[in-house]
């Protein structure tokens, strides 16, 4: 059974041995449905193309079977990694056609050699080398050419170690430098860097192209020139040629691919032949130096277009014939005519251009002249005799310098012509075998072409008289290409060979540059490139290719060599410098993803060679350093602001991950100082049955109290069982998510299912957050329905929830009337925040307005602090008082002292303690029969009302004034209802503001005397006190209630009377809170006080301190 079953079962388990068509591997797009966000997956978890059809079948797997969808048989996995095929060329990983189908697509499959090896030699052999790496070495010297080369060789060949080991971590798709940086670093930083390096290759591109004309133009062909004159000339010759032969070119890399790489296999043979053929020269000049007279004229070279003599004059048949040099200084071949100072004075010598190996001119070639703009070619140890005044001599005659040359400036020419490095990985999709052929064909190369540099660095120097090397164009030796002169058997063998080195290179950009914008495009990272990701059937992109040949036409229109090269090395430097950082993360990192094949890395290494490149770019050129990063940067913006979503386990994720870790441990080391402090808010939100936020306008409060900083977390409570509310608490997510997202409110959201919403609520408020980037305030909305008979649990939960936050030390802020606070849309062009400030709370009730009124909603509201006087306080001390700390504390508001005094508990008081009371009592009376309790209802309110009319027609004036605010409303209002409801509903706003405002202001608007404060009270006792002797009277039962719910009532009912009188009018009233009973017994009498404290306000914030000072006068 055992190995037959097993037999059985992998026939039984097999799948098809090919792929759903368009997979191209196994990587494949799927959705998570949590955030809707494409990503990343693989045939180990959800690979849907998985043939299911027989994989139920028998008993051996059975215990298994219902977790088959997600979890595949070894066997299938197995299968189809042994199937698995590389992403084809052009087409970047796992993305689905507009069909959401793919087509296959058969592509050439290139090995090392002739898919990385060849195209990096290519590209890095390409013009500088031939047009002028002579003309470094002569201006900058043996030794310092050296370490100008040796500088950018290393910095190549470390970033080419960094990413080997990124290209062998993973399969490599086509835009590879791209993908390799944007799967390290991110969405941002790769489609910043790779449009940067886009950028470069496509200027490369022109800068080969400016090089193909310029060796066409000056030593193929000096005829066809179109326009003739000066250097203006010259310049226009070589954007009308320039853009002939990008046509050209686009149109051989349009009709495909294979073509060029034919193509580029003759021009290589090419370059091959060149560099053999130096070697070659080098070493016959050790005997036989080939003959390249150079004419001097005391120590300034000579321009010598043409073969003539290298003399002032010569004796003919006795005569003394004058010569071109001759007429070029002194303007006609007469003896008697007028010369130049310095050609009558100093005498006109010839020397060997290239003396040879053994002639020892390398000692004189060690060291650098560096030169201004239009300084003459001059050779060091010539005698000359120098003249006091130069005269207007045509400057034509001699060989000069075109330009200032200093180090940094050659640096920034040399650097493009080790660029080429990524040649090969850009056409990565070409390849059989990435992994293995990136690493082993671009060290190669690299290596390569250093030892040709470094050793041609070395050989000019040793064989070339340094006048000559300086000579950029080739002016004193008949206009040959200086490095021509060296070679061996003829300079064309140069001429022919640099001619298509630059032509090939020129290809190769070109060829590469389409494809890696078409990566960028298909990943939709960069919304407007999008549709450069579309091109022919077999993948080749077409619209890509021809935004390319645009700019780099943009590139020959500059139509200087020396202008563009600065240009490609900025781009390609910062290429290079976030691929060896991309490598150094995920080393320092140590993710468990990271398993490079190729193992000789090491952080050091990408971190040296991260440093090298970013000392290069401000080396070349720091302004041209601080413009790319400008653009890098823009474009990452925008990749963030507007570009879609990715989640590609980038290392930029798990450093901020690691960061996050280092910090919250340094967090976690002691509470925050004062100073430091600010509301890390805990929102507790409310669903309805279909999992959508209750009230919205709490997060967008939240986020106007935050304006972004800080900590926030919004949780909710579903009750249940987890198992059951899974797709519940999902969908919540969702929504929360998106709301999060509308009211711009930045934070995270965390989803608990509990059996009860009060157990929840505790689980939150103990373990959100994380270590000590934990919550320290909760936000809630008052529970609207908390007397409601269908909702009997609302207000425990709420009294709990307060309970639960001063023991954990935390603030709690309870809006009330949330409905009616503002949304982040709307402005408040006036008004005012009124803080009533009735006992000090750590400073909370000072520090919420002012956040507040840093955001636009609350911008124009003005800030008023009010405090209560009691019977004992001097309030003009207070207010002093309270304006110096106002002062100290750097907060703008208008302060005001509002004096109560202790009056006696009026019948109202007791009627609405007593009204209480009842209620209360009858809620506890659950057990009773539904009959039973409606009469009991029905009693309590005839007993209510009764009470009522027997003190309307009483006439003392200190019980009047409040009686008439009990009178309902609505006489049709069901008696159960009204009970619950009358201490809220019945009291209308309009009877408050006139009976307050009639009744009160004598007794708020005063300064208190010892002499004005005993005849006040003398006579307000005198006033009521017959009134009162009857009190216990109208109604007994009064003297049965709870002495201390009569007090509380007392104070809730003239605090709120002396708030309404202030602040019935603000746009906000913050309000100190009021803590729960001790005795639990008395928790719903504690939400009625706190709904007569708050009666007749339109926006009210309730604040309760966390038992620390956040707020400080000291800096």
Known sequence: MGAGGFKGKR???SVSPTLPEGTGGIWVSTTNPGDGIPRESSPFINNDSMERGNIYEGKNMALFEEEMDSNPMVSSLLNKLANYTNVTQGVVEHEEDEDSKRKEIKAPRMGTFIGVYLPCLQNILGVILFLRLTWIVGTAGVLQSFIIVFMCCSGTLLTAISMSAIATNGVVPAGGSYYMISRSLGPEFGGAVGICFYLGTTFAGAMYILGTIEILLKYISPNAAIFEGGEEAMLNNMRVYGTCILALMALVVFVGVKYVNKLALVFLACVILSIFAIYAGVIKTAFEPPNFPVCLLGNRTLVRDTDFPCVKYYEENNMTVTTKLWENFCGSLLLNATCDEYFILNNVTEIQGIPGVAS??????LWSVYGDKFAIVEKQDQPSVPVLEETDVKIKNYVYSDIMTYFTMLVGIYFPSVTGIMAGSNRSGDLRDAQKAIPTGTILAILTTSFIYLSCIVLFGACIEGVVLRDKFGQAVNGNLVIGTLAWPSPWVIVIGSFFSTCGAGLQSLTGAPRLLQAIARDGIVPFLQV???????????WALLLTALI?????LIASLDSVAPILSMFFLMCYLFVNLACAVQTLLRTPNWRPRFKYYHWTLSFLGMSLCLALMFICSWYYALIAMLIAGCIYKYIEYRGAEKEWGDGIRGLSLNAARYALLRVEQGPPHTK??????????NLDSEQMVKHPRLLSFT????AGKGLTIVGTVLPGIYLDKFTEAQRAEENIRSLMGAERTKGF????????????ISHLIQSAGLGGMKHNTVLMAWPQSWKRTDNPFSWKNFVDTVRETTAAHQALLVAKNMDSFPMNQERFSEGNIDVWWIVHDGGMLMLLPFLLRQHKVW?????RIFTVAQMDDNSIQMKKDLQMFLYHLRINAEVEVVEMFENDISAFTYEKTLVMEQRSQMLKQMQLSKNEREREIQSITDESRGSIRKKSRSSPQCIGQDVDNLLPNDIQEEEAQLIHDRNTASRSTGMVKSHTAVATPDKIQMTWTKEKLISEKHKNKEACLSSYKDIFSMKPEWGNLNQSNVRRMHTAVKLNGVVLNKSQHAQLVLLNMPGPPKNRHGDENYMEFLEVLTEGLNRVLLVRGGGREVITIYS
């Open 749 to 760: 959201c965390q989803i608990v299912v509990s059996s009860t919403v009060r157990d929840g």
């Open 552 to 556: 780099c036409e943009i590139g020959i």
């Open 532 to 542: 450069f990701g579309h091109g022919k059937a077999n993948g080749e992109p077409t």
């Open 11 to 13: 026939q039984q388990t």
């Open 703 to 706: 986020s106007q109290l935050k």
């Open 676 to 685: 430091n402090w600010r509301p890390q808010v805990l929102v507790l939100l």
């Open 859 to 863: 911008r124009k509201c003005k800030m």
């Open 360 to 365: 020892g001119v390398f000692l004189d070639n």
